[in-house]
Structure formats: structure tokens, C-alpha cells
């Protein structure tokens, strides 16, 4: 009696130590949506984290059941699972940051997963209707989401680079669906009884599902794919948390469920491609279709006289895209920068919503490369300032300046809001070579008037104009 | 036990929250925030911990023991990207 005296006051305790993780989490979340504020935000996030794991080694279900074996387990466990995340965490390069959320995000999925298959394999005969459909749903959202998340990791981090498409793909998700639902139903309406075979049918079509969803879906694509995938994980860990009765995991699970679709929603309209479109529209097709307007000539222009033009410019705006960080050329391309503005020029860094591989993304190479944001622009504020500078400085960016977005309907990026580079007095934009950008659109921006293309490495390139604008 | 409307309630409260967080925030913080948030929903660690604990059979377990390390893996990895990413976020008023 006493001992189960002691046991009600630790599940008190227990419960209370969830109410402030979950309080912390959006507390934390809350902090993060401003630039001010955001560092302190993951530290109280942090801190509900390492409150909730700390208590839960005393949660009042081990009360009694617990093994040592399963206790040893339990550290084991958290050993091999956080230790190498935590150190691969550290190690990765910003650029590569994309990937490795889509990784992170698909363990979570995968756990949300385990727990729905040790519910549904440990008989359900004690739980409600209710319960047990909320379990199904958690398991087939965390098995998608987890297979979906690895395939995204492998695509993004160059494992897999083909995209498989073929003319039945629709209809194979289908019949999967139709599969995963008819098993799902059963292993409900057995209430414990379903059978092995039938709850793993389920587990293996569902990630099954999360493969050829994913497989299809183009690299340019993927940062929308992951920020989905993002909230159904938090949705599956939701419903999971109802069903093992853990308040802690309904609303840091929901709260997430919720933000993801949001942030899914926003970026899906910054790239003006619905999400129905993402998921069963086919954007590379248009690789092969019409290459747009070419006809006109690139003109080149040499680093020098490059660097001179701009270092007698009022005004310059820079539009950096992926290749820039791909060629680490962010902090050569600050050091220039910091030379203008001493010389008196005014340099603002004009991002585009979807610049890298996810939106914010560069703002974050950028942040890595010691620029303050407050001189880092939103295609909203900046587009209208382009008719005023004398020089846009486009370095690695493709797709987000070229201007058929705007003119053309037949290309397959028209509509796209993109940064109004052309309407600059001069255009410089420094290319790698003559290749097109990640959608394989040709680009109207390289053949224009007022544009002269810089060939180069983007941190050579930097470095020349560097030592050009020192001189002047 | 959270009772069943209670938990809706519960549920739908967490939703509005969620996207009231997000509704305001400025293009350049998506990225941090969508690491923040893969972070929050590494709390699916305390549920598989649960899982793991009250295992009886093998089976139980090693799906349980999968499911720790994979919650242990989100959340640790989550952390720690995010908390990268963000130490970055100065403004030119403040020194690094």
C-alpha cells in the first residue's frame, strides 16, 4: 500500500515535469520565430527535453514491470541512437544542414513508428476502438514519414540521383494505400487478434509507401517534401502519445503537427507550386520541353573590370544562390562586400525565399559567414530597390532571377515570385559554366543587354574582384 | 487516462498554437524553425522509452530498443543542428 502511495505521487510528479517540457517546448518555438530572441529558444526547448527523458526513467508505467535488462536497455538505447547524432551534428557542414533534418526528422518518424508496432504486436485487447485507429494511423504516418525522410536524405546527399518515374506511379501509391487500409482496418477490428502477418503486411506496405512516394520527386522539390514529412512525424508522434496516455508527446506532437503544415504551406506558395503538384505533378518533365527563349548571346566580362565597376557603384545588391555555397565562396564574397561598404557603397543581400536547399537556408550560409542580417533582404522588401542599383551581383543563383518566370507561361517555373535581378543597371552574374540551373531551365537573365557573364569559380572569382576593388 | 474529449480539446488547442507560432515569421528564420520544430517532436523519445520499459516479450523489446535509439537520434541530432544554425544569428549591433 505504501509503495503504491509512493508511486501515485512519482506519477504526480512525473505528469508535472511534462506540463513544464511541453511549456518549455513552445515557450521555445515561440522564441525561435525571431531573430532576437531565437538562441535562447533552443536552450529552453533543450531544457524540456532533458526534463521529460530524466523523468520518464521514473514514469509510474515501469512502476514494478520494468526489468533491469529492459533498464539497461533503455541507456543502451539512447547511448547508440543520441551519441553518434549528436556528434554527426557537430561535424556537418551548413550546406549539407538540409539532409541531415530530413535524417533526424525520419528516426523520430521511425520511433513513432516502434511504438504504434509495440502496441499493435502486444495485443490490443485492452485498449478502446478509438485508441487502437489512432495507433494505426500514428504507425502508417511514422513509417511513411520515415522511409520518405531517408529517401529524401539519400537524394539530398547525393546517394541516389536518379529519379525514377514511370507512367503507372499513381496508381501503385494507390493500391498501396488501398492495401495499407484494408490491413490497418482488419488489425482494428481484431482488436488484438489481427496476427503477425497482417500487422507486418501493414508496417512493410506503409514504408513501402514512403519509397515510391519520395522516389519521384525532383531534388528542387525535396526542401517542400521534408518540411511535410516534418509534420506528419509530429502528427504521428501525437497520435502515438494518445495512445500510450503521455500528454507531453500530444502537444509537443500536435504543436509541431500544426507548424510543419504551415511552414509546408509557406514554402509550397514562395516556389508558386501547390502542394498537390509536389507530391503527384512531375516538375522535371519539363527538362526535356521547351528550353525557352534562347537565341541571344552571353557577353563576358573579366573579373577587373568587374571589380571596378562596382567598386564605383552607389549602390549594389548581391544575389547569392546555392552554387556560392557550394563553392564556399560566402566568406570571400562578405570580405568583398565589407571593402565596398568602406569605399561607401551600399550592399544589401537580396534572398530569395527557396535560395539553397531549403527557405532560409542561405540566410544561415550567410549567417555562417559572419554577415549580420540586417543587411540581408526578403525578395518582398528588396524587389523594388533593383531599379535603383547600379550593380546586381548574381553568384551561383539560377532559377530564382530568371526573368520568363515572369514573362513566359509556357515555362514550367512561370508564376515563381522571383528577385527582380534584371531590372538592375548591370548585371553581373558569376557562373561556374554554361550550364542550366537545378530546374534545367535555360535562363533569359544570361542573354540580356544589361548582363555580362563573370566564368569562374565563385571563390576565385570573389577573391579577384576582391583584390581589384582594394586597388580602387 | 486523458478522457476523450478532454484529449480533443487538448488537441485542438496544441493545433491553433502551432500555427500561431509560425503564422509571423520571417522567411529567414524557416529554416531554423523547421530544425526547432524537428527537435520538439524528438519528445517521441520519453513514449519509446515507456515502450522499451514495459516490454515482455523479445519482440517487445527489440522493436522497443529500435525505438529509443531512433527517438534518442532525432532528438539529440535535432538539438544540436538547431542550436548550430541559430548561433549564427547576429545582428551588426552586436559583436561576435
Keep these: 500500500m505504501e509503495a503504491i502511495l509512493a508511486w501515485e505521487h512519482i506519477g504526480t510528479v512525473v505528469n508535472a515535469a511534462y506540463f513544464v517540457a511541453a511549456f518549455l517546448f513552445i515557450l521555445g518555438l515561440k522564441r525561435m520565430s525571431s531573430p532576437k530572441t531565437a538562441r535562447v529558444g533552443i536552450l529552453w526547448a533543450g531544457a524540456g527535453m532533458v526534463v521529460a527523458t530524466l523523468v520518464t526513467f521514473v514514469h509510474p508505467k515501469l512502476a514494478g514491470e520494468v526489468t533491469n535488462t529492459n533498464y539497461i536497455l533503455m541507456l543502451l538505447a539512447i547511448a547508440i541512437g543520441g551519441i553518434p547524432a549528436w556528434i554527426s551534428g557537430r561535424k556537418v557542414p551548413m550546406t549539407d544542414m538540409p539532409q541531415m533534418v530530413a535524417l533526424y526528422n525520419g528516426m523520430g518518424g521511425g520511433a513513432a513508428a516502434c511504438i504504434a508496432a509495440v502496441v499493435l504486436y502486444g495485443g490490443g485487447e485492452q485498449y478502446t476502438t478509438t485508441i487502437m485507429v489512432l495507433a494505426v494511423l500514428g504507425g502508417i504516418i511514422g513509417a511513411v514519414a520515415f522511409s520518405g525522410s531517408l529517401i529524401a536524405f539519400a537524394k539530398l546527399q547525393g546517394l541516389i540521383t536518379k529519379t525514377w518515374r514511370f507512367p503507372g506511379q499513381n496508381f501503385l501509391n494507390m493500391a498501396l494505400m488501398a492495401v495499407i487500409a484494408v490491413a490497418g482496418a482488419q488489425v482494428v477490428l481484431a482488436s488484438g487478434d489481427a496476427g503477425m502477418a497482417v500487422i507486418t503486411t501493414f508496417f512493410v506496405m506503409a514504408l513501402i509507401l514512403g519509397v515510391t512516394i519520395t522516389v519521384p520527386i525532383g531534388g528542387a522539390d525535396m526542401p517542400v517534401v521534408i518540411s511535410l514529412y516534418n ?63 534562347e537565341g541571344g548571346t552571353m557577353k563576358e566580362i573579366q573579373a577587373s573590370d568587374a571589380g571596378v565597376m562596382m567598386a564605383y557603384a552607389e549602390k549594389v545588391i548581391v544575389v547569392p544562390g546555392y552554387g556560392m555555397a557550394v563553392a564556399q565562396a560566402q566568406h ?56 535603383k542599383a547600379d550593380v546586381s551581383l548574381v553568384i551561383g543563383a539560377n532559377d530564382v532571377v530568371n526573368p520568363v518566370a515572369r514573362t513566359n507561361p509556357d515555362s514550367p517555373i512561370y508564376g515563381m515570385p522571383i528577385l527582380n535581378a534584371d531590372k538592375a543597371k548591370n548585371v553581373i552574374v558569376v557562373k561556374r559554366g554554361q550550364g542550366t540551373g537545378f530546374s534545367g531551365i535555360q535562363n533569359a537573365l544570361f542573354t540580356l543587354d544589361n548582363t555580362q557573364m563573370l566564368y569562374g569559380d565563385g571563390q576565385e572569382v570573389a577573391n579577384k574582384l576582391l583584390q581589384t576593388v582594394k586597388e580602387y | 487516462m486523458i478522457e476523450g474529449f478532454i484529449a480533443l480539446y487538448i488537441f485542438m488547442l496544441a493545433a491553433f498554437t502551432g500555427y500561431e507560432i509560425i503564422g509571423r515569421v520571417p522567411a529567414i528564420l524557416h529554416t531554423p524553425l523547421m530544425s526547432g520544430s524537428n527537435f520538439v517532436h524528438g519528445i517521441v523519445l520519453v513514449g519509446a522509452m515507456v515502450a522499451l520499459g514495459t516490454a515482455e516479450t523479445v519482440l517487445a523489446q527489440v522493436i522497443g530498443f529500435l525505438g529509443v535509439v531512433l ?26
Aim: aromatic share 8%.
Design chain 1, 231 to 293: 509534420a506528419l512525424t509530429g502528427l504521428a508522434v501525437a497520435f502515438e502519445g494518445f495512445v500510450i496516455d503521455n500528454a507531453a508527446m500530444i502537444i509537443a506532437g500536435t504543436v509541431v503537427g500544426a507548424a510543419g503544415t504551415m511552414l509546408t504551406q509557406l514554402m509550397a506558395n514562395a516556389m508558386n507550386r501547390p502542394l498537390s503538384n509536389v507530391l503527384f505533378g512531375a516538375f522535371g518533365s519539363a527538362e526535356e520541353g521547351a528550353p525557352g527563349e
Design chain 1, 332 to 387: 570571400k564574397v562578405w570580405e568583398l562586400c565589407k571593402m565596398l561598404i568602406e569605399k561607401g557603397v551600399d550592399v544589401k543581400f537580396a534572398i530569395h525565399p527557396v535560395a539553397g536547399r531549403m527557405p532560409g537556408h542561405m540566410n544561415v550560409l550567410l549567417a555562417e559567414a559572419g554577415v549580420p542580417y540586417d543587411h540581408i533582404y526578403d525578395l518582398d522588401e528588396i524587389n523594388s530597390e533593383f531599379e
Design chain 2, 71 to 96: 527517438g534518442a537520434g532525432n532528438a539529440a541530432g535535432g538539438y544540436v543542428v538547431t542550436e548550430r544554425m541559430l548561433e549564427m544569428f547576429k545582428s551588426s549591433k552586436e559583436d561576435a
